[in-house]
């Protein structure tokens, strides 16, 4: 489980990045999984589902972070400004 967590984990914050670099503004990731949180309920699907990634809560804390939340932030200014990305994969 731990390791399923981390790959899950790595896969967000590589998406927050793709994200970004493609001129979508990240900010709106964390908010994703905030309302993942919510409506996940008694929904068997949704329940299944969580048992193997981290939580909504927690996904959404890990994306919010400061270091990462910059470094997905810069690679959005520069999509925005048209520079390219080149280098980021």
């Known amino acids: 489980m731990l390791h399923v967590c981390r790959m899950e984990v790595e896969a967000d914050h590589i998406g927050l990045m793709l994200q970004a670099s493609a ?3 990240p900010r709106t990731a ?12 008694n929904q ?22 400061a270091k990462v939340m ?16 080149e280098g980021f994969l």
Request: hydrophobic share 30%.
């Open 70 to 85: 910059e470094e997905a932030m810069q690679l959005y200014r520069e999509a925005c400004a048209g520079h390219g990305t």
């Open 44 to 65: 068997s699907v949704l329940k299944s589902y969580l048992s193997t990634h981290p939580s909504s809560k927690k996904r959404s804390e890990l994306l919010s972070r």
């Open 30 to 41: 964390p908010k994703v999984y905030e309302k993942l949180g919510q409506i996940a309920g």
């Open 23 to 25: 001129g979508f503004d």
